[in-house]
């Protein structure tokens, strides 16, 4: 009896832990602050950037423009954030300069708490290993490129056309049609025990067939890897002129930002963090020139994927 008690108790604590303390947490203790409206001069200066042919209006092509623009920044910030931490991980269980194997390199998964994120750590293994020098051992650069093959810029590209895109393409025709690749995203959120946005499939179905330029519902793999790399903006373009073309004319002008400035508000404030970070890195780089640095680059600092 004291047993069974103690274990009722052991499964209500572990219940109110993992599903209470989050909310007294965030929504109490410690709320996120809501963003700001942004000031006239920030609304300003996103109008004069996002309007690239001084028209006074912001239409879908520039808006796809500058959700491009700031896909690579939200990028950037993600890869830097992992990139100091699997370093800070390396650093713990391994000597200076020292490689580690695939049984190594899941240890570090799972002390990070990221194994159970993916179920092909293997043939992650292999594409950061064949990216570095192929010796079939890790350095922490390629580590990165493991954990982050969809997301580094000179990789992405690569692990799309080769890894993703095989998994669509089952008749191994060099195509992959809608149907095969809404079955697969099923699969995918059926495997992460969540459901399936049918907005956002919606607003991917669109884009699909954007790049289908021969209109047979099928994409060759240069077709998507350009697909896979709009997604982000496309899909902000699209809830940026759901919301903010007031009028429905397929552009948004400054009277329209300034009414709907609420909707506007997160883009305002991204598009400033990305202009900051610019600055930023072009100080660095500056600085980095005239003192003669010549570091080896960070696979977080690369050109994107050329192919």
Known sequence: VDLAYTVLVALALSAIIRNVWPIIYYDYLFPVQPLPLPTQAEVEAFLVYADSN???????????????????????????????????AFKRMFEEEERCGYEEAEEILEDLSLFDYHNDWRERYDFADKWGDGDGTLDVEEMLIMVLPDIVPS???????????????????????????????????????????????????????????????????????????????FIRTEEMFKLGDLNEDEQISKKETLEGLSHFKKTIYQFGRMKQRRRHNNAKDSSRSKSGSSKEQQPHDSVEDPE
């Open 54 to 88: 001084d028209n006074g209006m912001i239409s879908r092509k520039e808006a796809l423009s500058l959700f491009g623009e700031m896909d690579k920044f939200i990028r950037m910030a993600e890869i830097e954030t992992l990139w100091y931490t699997v370093e800070k």
């Open 155 to 233: 990789t992405r590209g690569k692990w799309w056309r080769e890894y993703e895109f095989p998994l669509l393409d089952k008749n191994r025709n060099g195509r992959a049609s809608w149907e095969e690749y809404l079955a697969h995203m099923e699969a995918y959120h059926a495997m992460e025990e969540e459901g399936l946005a049918l907005d956002a499939m919606k607003e991917q179905k669109m884009l699909w067939f954007y790049y289908d330029v021969d209109a047979d519902r099928e994409l060759t793999p240069n077709e998507f890897v350009s697909f896979l790399q709009s997604q982000w903006a």
